[in-house]
């Protein structure tokens, strides 16, 4: 798995209303893609694993699956249609120590 360090951003982070993005979803866009390693993608459709380290027990599994799945095929170009199965899971972590691990495979 391909380790990030950096908090999530949930979708009411990343929007203002229904059309605008917020500069904090700007500056996450930027700073993920250059956080985001090179890899080789496998041929589709795909599995995406993920693990998802949140400092607050309260917040949803979910919460920045949006987001980084738009961060990811913009980085990686491929079709987000193209993930026929998703795989998340949760950990708690002290605040300051979020982070997102992900793998990309075949089915």
Not at 14 to 25: E, F, L, P
Not at 50 to 61: M, R
Not at 73 to 90: E, M, P
């Amino acid at each position: 798995m391909n380790k990030i360090d950096i908090k999530t951003l949930s979708i009411n982070e990343a929007w203002k209303g229904r059309r605008y993005k917020t500069d904090k979803y700007d500056k996450y866009i930027h700073d993920l893609l250059f956080l985001l390693p090179p890899i080789k993608l496998p041929l589709p459709p795909y599995a995406l694993y993920l693990v998802v380290g949140y400092s607050n027990s309260a917040a949803d599994i979910d919460n920045c699956l949006k987001p980084f799945v738009d961060c990811l095929q913009k980085k990686y170009g491929f079709n987000d249609k193209l993930i026929y199965s998703l795989f998340i899971q949760k950990e708690i972590v002290k605040k300051g120590k979020e982070f997102i691990s992900f793998s990309i495979k075949s089915l």
